[in-house]
């Protein structure tokens, strides 16, 4: 008969602990982040709206009330929605990446090297693409306020507009805006798509240097193969987070540019 090894019967607790742990971890994280961008909402709204509360009669005439209640309403919301999503993505890959390159630092310094070529080109692509996100942006939160505007003054003038017969007047303006509205939409979404696609066949461009480099003959000495396949590995899950934080810099580019 065998003997009983103590700290077995501990293991189905600690396995029952550790999703337990994880469990809750995941429940404030999510939560956190809710209430964080709540937070930001609240305070906002109530100091854009006590600014406007303040503002003389001239101030409101040179701009149209949908605009000022498309900025209290949707781009408020755009800018919490882009906080609370860039901060739990900015901080979780930001980890994952760090953890990762320092892993490939410590395994094969000589292989990182592609990062000098990959890095500048990521940059690049990054900050021609915030700027994009930024204007196209812009464009949806001033046609959206256009969209509110002319809706407030179907609704509100809609006894006017019918003794004039101006129904189909006021129909064509409203399909206008809208239709302005869906196309900037559209924009955001391509570039938004195209923009995963373009980092990571630069990503896959610096992989192959990797490779290429490992397969010459003095690297082949210096590296072994049981370490090279480490260095590959944690490259390869370098590309998850890598997509997330490009991902990322849509809803940030969205909050920046509520205004």
């Known amino acids: 008969e065998h003997e009983?090894?103590?700290?077995?019967?501990?293991?189905?607790?600690i396995i029952v602990g550790i999703f337990l742990i994880r469990g809750?971890?995941?429940?404030?994280?999510?939560?956190?982040?809710?209430?964080?961008?709540?937070?930001?909402?609240?305070?906002?709204?109530?100091?854009m709206f006590a600014r406007l509360a303040q503002w003389p009669a001239e101030r409101y005439d040179q701009l149209p009330g949908g605009m000022l209640v498309s900025a209290l309403t949707y781009n408020i919301e755009q800018v919490a929605e882009g906080i609370t999503y860039a901060l739990t993505v900015l901080i979780r890959d930001s980890l994952t990446v760090?953890?990762?390159?320092?892993?490939?630092?410590?395994l094969a310094p000589g292989l990182c090297l592609f990062l000098v070529v990959v890095a500048p080109l990521i940059l690049l692509?990054?900050?021609?693409?915030?700027?994009?996100?930024?204007?196209v942006s812009s464009r949806i939160q001033e046609t959206?306020?256009?969209?509110?505007?002319?809706?407030?003054?179907?609704?509100?003038?809609?006894?006017?507009?019918?003794?004039?017969?101006?129904?189909?007047?006021?129909?064509?303006?409203?399909?206008?805006?809208?239709?302005?509205?869906?196309?900037?939409?559209?924009?955001?979404?391509?570039?938004?798509?195209?923009?995963?696609?373009?980092?990571?066949?630069?990503?896959?461009?610096?992989?192959?240097?990797v490779v290429y480099a490992a397969l010459l003959a003095p690297v082949l000495h210096v590296v072994s193969v049981g370490t090279f396949i480490s260095f590959l590995s944690a490259l390869l899950l370098l590309l998850a987070p890598l997509k997330h934080l490009t991902n990322v810099n849509a809803p940030i580019q969205e909050g920046c540019g509520s205004r």
Do not use: C
């Open 4 to 13: 009983r090894v103590p700290y077995l019967d501990w293991i189905p607790l």
């Open 24 to 47: 809750l971890a995941g429940f404030w994280a999510t939560y956190g982040m809710a209430w964080v961008g709540r937070r930001v909402i609240q305070k906002i709204r109530s100091e």
């Open 98 to 106: 760090v953890g990762l390159l320092g892993w490939m630092l410590y």
């Open 125 to 135: 692509l990054v900050r021609n693409l915030s700027r994009r996100f930024r204007r």
């Open 144 to 209: 959206m306020g256009e969209v509110t505007r002319i809706a407030e003054e179907a609704v509100a003038g809609q006894a006017v507009i019918k003794s004039y017969n101006g129904a189909e007047w006021i129909r064509r303006r409203f399909e206008q805006v809208n239709t302005h509205n869906r196309d900037w939409n559209l924009k955001l979404a391509l570039n938004m798509a195209a923009s995963g696609p373009l980092i990571q066949f630069v990503a896959g461009f610096g992989i192959a240097l």
